[in-house]
C-alpha cells in the first residue's frame, strides 16, 4: 500500500466554525507533514512530525493546529480561519524525516473558508 | 491587467519531442533534490531525485541534471507524451532543525498531439 488517504476530499467553512482534516497511511512511514497550497503556486510547508513529535512549524497561526496521534494517522485542527485560507490541503509522509527522503502525498482537501 | 505570478510558466512541446524543465533553487545547504508531477486533482507525484554529490541521474525517459555552482537543476523528458501534461515542481530538502523540502515555483507542460 503506497497511498496517504486524506478526508474530507472538499470541505466548505465559515469563519466561525471548527472543523478537522485527516491524514492516514499505511506504509510504516515515521515523518508525516502538512502542506498549503494555493491555485497556481507550489506546496508551501506549515508543519513536520518526525515521530509523533513536532519537529518543524513553520511559523503557521495558532488557528491552525496540528495533531499525530499516531504513526499512521495527522490531523489537522481549524477553527476561526479567513477567507484567504481557502486552499488545497495537502498531507505528506516520508521513511522517517531523516533527510534524502521522496514524498508520498495524498490527493488532498480543498477547503473554501466563507 | 494580469499581475505578475498568477500564471505558471509554461512549455508546449509536440508529442515525440523531448522536453527540458528548468528550476533555480536558492540554499547552498540543500543537498538532495527531487522532481514531482502533479496532475489536476491530484497531490505532488515523485518523479526522479539526485544527490548532490552527482550531477546527472537517469530514470525510464527522465534525466536529472544538477549544477550546484550556479544553483540549477534541470529535468529533460525524452519522447514526450499526452500523459506528461502536468505541472512539474522541483524541490529542494536541506536540514534545519528537522529536515525541510522546499518546492520552486513549477513549470505547466502542454504536450500537443
Known amino acids: 500500500d503506497t497511498e496517504v488517504t486524506q478526508t474530507p476530499k472538499h470541505l466548505v467553512m465559515g469563519m466561525t466554525n471548527k472543523k478537522s482534516l485527516k491524514c492516514e497511511q499505511h506504509m510504516g512511514h515515521r515523518a508525516m507533514y502538512w502542506y498549503k497550497q494555493k491555485a497556481k503556486k507550489p506546496p508551501e510547508l506549515m508543519f513536520v512530525?518526525?515521530?509523533?513529535?513536532?519537529?518543524i512549524n513553520e511559523s503557521v497561526p495558532s488557528r491552525f493546529s496540528p495533531e499525530c496521534p499516531n504513526s499512521s494517522l495527522l490531523n489537522l485542527h481549524l477553527h476561526a480561519l479567513q477567507p484567504e485560507d481557502s486552499a488545497l490541503y495537502l498531507c505528506?509522509?516520508?521513511?522517517?524525516?531523516?533527510?534524502?527522503?521522496?514524498?508520498?502525498f495524498g490527493s488532498g482537501t480543498q477547503l473554501s473558508v466563507l | 491587467g494580469e499581475s505578475v505570478g498568477l500564471h505558471l510558466p509554461t512549455l508546449s512541446v509536440q508529442e515525440g519531442d523531448n522536453s527540458i524543465i528548468n528550476c533555480a533553487y536558492s540554499?547552498?545547504?540543500?543537498?538532495?533534490f527531487i522532481w514531482y508531477k502533479q496532475e489536476s486533482g491530484k497531490g505532488p507525484q515523485f518523479i526522479i531525485d539526485?544527490?548532490?554529490?552527482?550531477d546527472k541521474r537517469q530514470g525510464q525517459r527522465v534525466t536529472v541534471l544538477l549544477n550546484k555552482t550556479v544553483k540549477h537543476l534541470s529535468l529533460q523528458i525524452a519522447a514526450t507524451q499526452p500523459g506528461d501534461s502536468a505541472v512539474y515542481f522541483c524541490?529542494?530538502?536541506?536540514?534545519?532543525?528537522?529536515?525541510?523540502?522546499?518546492f520552486g515555483a513549477g513549470t505547466r507542460l502542454f504536450v500537443k498531439a
Open positions: 512530525y518526525s515521530y509523533e513529535k513536532l519537529s
Open positions: 524541490a529542494e530538502n536541506f536540514p534545519v532543525g528537522g529536515f525541510k523540502t522546499i
Open positions: 539526485i544527490r548532490s554529490n552527482m
Open positions: 505528506a509522509s516520508s521513511q522517517d524525516g531523516a533527510g534524502w527522503e521522496k514524498l508520498f
Open positions: 540554499n547552498s545547504a540543500s543537498d538532495y
